[in-house]
């Protein structure tokens, strides 16, 4: 715990600072009291966590990985790192890690605000693959925080997991009219692109992927441009052009490589007749 209620202000005022850049909403005077269950026994822990999440929400699972395995060291009892690091595990494939994680989560947070339990208890349910729950507790947080980009992302893409593609754009529909740059943000057509994927739409899918990937460029989001490029990939090839499917391959590889992301760097070098869509 705390040493000092020095240390306490400061956790206080620095878990509002991660709050705002996650763009997550503000605790009610109701539930500051549950919040402090949130906060990290370590300063550090907590600017770790922030970090990790701002790789997550590019989709830098690869870069995000080490910091909050940091974390997690310094505070063994950091749920919201647990849940983060769950997250990680599974975009990268290892499902038992991220089940680990995601159930110890869970069982830390039983004392939170609604706001921070109901986070931990989405991201369980996406990594056991448990969608009606997982749009419930999604579907609760985007109602609440209407203006929180991840959060309508989230309840899209378990819509969409969960064969509800129609609820998924509409979904999606709701977050363009976001103000300001969550509307036009490039994570938005992506998730539009992977609808269309996962649909069979490849010509709906190319121009979904293009305003991903050229606002993605952009703004330096290189495994997002990446991802919305192995999308249109896969679209070409669907419709019959292999050669603007295999340049655009590149093209996701090499922002791959410049990111540091050598798991998908790897699997674009053993696609062969089709390239296959990047799990995120």
Do not use: C
């Amino acid at each position: 715990m705390w040493g000092s209620t020095a240390n306490r202000s400061s956790a206080t005022s620095l878990g509002a600072q991660v709050r705002s850049a996650l763009k997550l909403g503000e605790a009610d005077a109701e539930q500051k009291g549950y919040a402090q269950a949130a906060l990290p026994a370590s300063l550090d822990a907590t600017r770790l966590y922030a970090e990790g999440m701002i790789r997550l929400r590019r989709y830098d699972a690869t870069g995000a990985r080490p910091l909050l395995e940091r974390a997690v060291t310094l505070d063994p009892n950091y749920a919201l790192a647990h849940s983060a690091l769950g997250e990680v595990w599974a975009r990268l494939g290892y499902d038992q890690r991220a089940s680990e994680e995601a159930k110890r989560a869970a069982a830390l947070a039983i004392h939170f605000a609604d706001e921070d339990r109901l986070v931990i208890e989405g991201r369980q349910a996406e990594i056991t693959h448990n969608w009606p729950r997982a749009i419930q507790t999604y579907g609760k947080l985007h109602e609440a925080f209407a203006e929180n980009l991840d959060y309508g992302l989230k309840l899209a893409s378990a819509q969409s997991s969960s064969g509800n593609p129609q609820d998924a754009l509409q979904t999606l529909a709701v977050l363009r009219k976001l103000p300001g740059a969550a509307g036009d943000d490039p994570r938005i057509d992506l998730a539009i692109a992977e609808v269309y994927t996962a649909t069979s739409d490849s010509k709906s899918v190319l121009p979904a992927a293009q305003k991903a990937a050229d606002v993605a460029l952009k703004r330096g989001m290189k495994i997002v441009f990446a991802s919305a490029s192995t999308y249109q990939a896969h679209a070409f090839f669907s419709l019959g052009d292999p050669a603007k499917a295999q340049t655009t391959l590149e093209a996701a590889k090499q922002a791959y490589q410049e990111a540091g992301d050598k798991v998908s760097v790897a699997a674009r070098n053993d696609e062969r007749s089709q390239p296959a869509v990047r799990q995120r």
